[in-house]
């Protein structure tokens, strides 16, 4: 019997904004769901890891709405890798030998507007707009201009990803934006940070993922393989060194990072991969991480978007989930999330969006800071 | 009073004269902006020396921001600039336009030290390094 883990059960529920819910709730809803997925109950669950940026101690305030059952939790905060890694720390538990059945949870409660980081430079006086901009708009606006500057890559190219995002996002009911909004529509929305205009950024909502995952051996004995998705590779990295890093957050060196790990552990590439879910936080990102992950040769990124290779039906598809840009990205949930879509797919019950045939998916987050984890999954 | 400088990295000379710091690693050779006891870069340890950085450097990228926090003026340039002789540093372009085609990768800028008063509410008292056009 080999070590591999494998996801039994997996649920999210639909994104979007529930004033008056807490994360623990929203958690223990998509926490029932996972387990309803795969015919368990919450004694089953040999120990917990509970992903989110905003809440404390929001695993063991889950079990209290569910059953406290004095099983270990552990509380993950890692960004907008934060849902990936509690997925990452259950799947190296089973691995290590020392349990078959674990939870991980990702939810979060999102406040409105922009995501400001904290003042961690140690200057006199708040500084954004005053030494540049550090918001998310602005990060990853420089993103997509240094794939300018290096490569050419157009603002229309860049508006084009939120085209094919929220076109797919009309076959997700789960998404928190079902609508799809035409290239014009895109280009003269309201621009936050050049080149992103308001379509180009994904939405603070609230949400909750979850995911049961199982030792080969217990999935067998308990008759749950054949519904299963099996954990081909999970790599998490840290960011590398990089010469502009500090001043300039850079998330492709890091992705790729991941990413090389991911596909040496499950000894594929690139190529044998059928649909993806990566973090397209904002519509620029998505275009540098089609590079980042392989998907295409360094600088094709553009080029690869405008083949259409990456929309429903073509080669490869990118977020027919609708992406963080139409589904929302609640940080904690989002890692968990993109499993789910992959998950679906693999097993057959995507349905109006499913990709025909898949057999390998990955899945993608990247957090500022830097984390970035990219999970391998294969059809049991 | 002089104004304060509003960032570490910023240090004003005996003569009054503000100039930006950075660390140089004599193991790797890189300089990072700022102080830094041990080389982020290749993890050599108490190898770092304190450099002045040069005030002259070239536009590496940017963005235009129109959309921000309350009492900051848009929109600005958030610009990334590689100094000449080592260091990157963020900050506003001013004296541009604020529009793509009037913005050049790799043009050079030249440092200059304002009141952070000209940027953001609440900015009197403080001095910040802005970019302008170096021609
Ligand atoms: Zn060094």
Same mark, same amino acid.
């Given at each position: ?160 990803? /939120? *085209? @094919?995002?929220?076109?797919? %996002?009309? $076959?997700?009911?789960? #998404?928190?934006?079902? !609508?799809?909004?035409? =290239? +014009? ?29 199982? /030792? *080969? @051996?217990?999935?067998?004995? %308990?008759? $749950?393989?054949?519904? #299963?998705?099996?954990? !081909?590779?999970?790599? =998490? +990295? ?143 | ?135």
């Amino acid at each position: 019997m080999s070590n591999d883990v494998y996801i039994v059960g997996i649920d999210m529920i639909k994104f979007g904004r529930f004033e008056n819910e807490k994360a623990e709730r929203l958690a223990a809803q998509a926490t029932l769901m996972a387990l309803d997925d795969c015919g368990l109950g919450i004694r089953d669950i040999q120990a917990i890891w509970a992903g989110s940026c905003n809440a404390t101690m929001m695993g063991q305030r889950m079990l209290h709405y569910i059953g406290q059952t004095g099983v270990p939790v552990v509380n993950v905060t890692n960004a907008c890798a934060t849902g990936a890694t509690a997925f990452r720390e259950a799947w190296i538990a089973i691995k290590a030998g020392l349990y078959d059945t674990c939870l991980a949870v990702g939810a979060e409660k999102m406040g409105k507007g922009m995501l400001v980081p904290k003042n961690s430079q140690g200057t006199a006086i708040p500084t954004e707009g005053l030494l540049g901009s550090g918001v998310m708009p602005s990060v990853f606006a420089k993103m997509g201009m240094e794939h300018t500057r290096k490569h050419g890559t157009t603002f229309e190219q860049f508006a084009r990803v /939120s *085209e @094919k995002n929220h076109r797919h %996002s009309t $076959l997700n009911p789960k #998404a928190m934006y079902q !609508r799809e909004t035409p =290239l +014009a529509m895109v280009m003269e929305s309201e621009m936050i940070a050049y080149p992103l205009t308001k379509l180009m950024c994904s939405v603070n909502v609230d949400g909750a993922a979850a995911a049961v995952l199982m /030792s *080969e @051996k217990k999935a067998k004995q %308990s008759g $749950l393989i054949n519904r #299963a998705v099996k954990v !081909r590779a999970s790599a =998490l +990295a840290s960011d590398p060194f990089t010469a502009r890093n500090l001043v300039m957050q850079d998330v492709n060196t890091v992705t790729r990072l991941a990413a090389q790990n991911a596909y040496e552990m499950a000894e594929l590439g690139p190529e044998d991969v059928n649909l993806i879910e990566l973090h397209d936080c904002f519509a620029t990102a998505e275009i540098c991480h089609y590079e980042n992950l392989g998907l295409c040769a360094e600088g094709e990124g553009g080029a690869y978007l405008d083949s259409g290779a990456t929309q429903l039906g073509g080669q490869q598809p990118v977020n027919v989930s609708g992406g963080l840009l139409s589904k929302g990205h609640p940080l904690g949930a989002t890692g968990i999330a993109n499993i789910y879509e992959i998950s679906q797919h693999l097993r057959g019950e995507a349905g109006a969006r499913q990709v025909e045939g898949a057999k390998i998916g990955l899945t993608h987050v990247v957090g500022l800071g830097s984390a970035c984890a990219v999970h391998l999954l294969e059809k049991a | 009073m002089a104004d304060q400088p509003v960032a570490p990295h910023t240090v004003i000379s005996t003569g009054g004269e503000p100039y930006l710091v950075g660390s140089h690693c004599s193991a790797c050779g890189e300089t990072h902006l700022g102080a830094f006891e041990n080389c982020p870069a290749c993890t050599a340890r108490g190898q770092m020396d304190e450099v002045r950085l040069s005030n002259q450097g070239t536009l590496y990228n940017y963005t235009i921001v129109y959309r921000s926090l309350p009492g900051v003026t848009v929109p600005f340039i958030s610009a990334v600039v590689d100094l000449d002789g080592g260091g990157t540093i963020r900050g506003n372009l001013l004296e541009v336009e604020p529009d793509p085609s009037k913005i050049a990768f790799d043009m050079p800028v030249k440092v200059v030290f304002r009141s952070a008063a000209d940027a953001v509410a609440g900015g009197e008292g403080y001095l910040a390094h802005f970019f302008v056009p170096a021609n």
